[in-house]
Nanobody, 126 residues
Framework: QVRLVESGGGLVQPGGSLRLSCAAS????????MAWFRHAPGKEREFVAN????????YYGNSVKGRFTISRDNAKNTAYLAMNKLKPEDTAVYYC???????????????????WGPGTQVTVSS
């Protein structure tokens, strides 16, 4: 069984930065593909970024490319999302998710991820 817990969310002004963390329990983290998704009110859940098991491959959604950076530390069973140049439209609940049966691809489909954290709120507002 895997448990994921996000942290690091909060209120930030436009143009500011935040770093989210996702701490995982269990033995599957270091061999799994990890992703961040977000869900804003009135919108569908949106893919943000993902990273393969060793951190060598990453992929980003178009709306965050160049501003957000995903990373992981397998020794700490933790993944990160560094968010810079934040915009009001980045306001959402951010979720980390794990695909414990990776196939070498970096899926953006949320249905490919079998473990999810409860989410952390990020609000970008002046």
């Amino acid at each position: 069984q895997v448990r994921l817990v996000e942290s690091g969310g909060g209120l930030v002004q436009p143009g500011g930065s935040l770093r989210l963390s996702c701490a995982a329990s269990g033995d599957s983290f270091s061999s799994s593909t990890m992703a961040w998704f977000r869900h804003a009110p009135g919108k569908e859940r949106e893919f943000v970024a993902n990273i393969n098991w060793n951190g060598y491959s990453t992929y980003y959604g178009n709306s965050v490319k160049g501003r957000f950076t995903i990373s992981r530390d397998n020794a700490k069973n933790t993944a990160y999302l560094a968010m810079n140049k934040l915009k009001p439209e980045d306001t959402a609940v951010y979720y980390c998710a794990l695909n414990t049966i990776p196939d070498g691809l970096l899926p953006v489909d949320e249905n490919r991820y079998n473990y999810w954290g409860p989410g952390t709120q990020v609000t970008v507002s002046s």
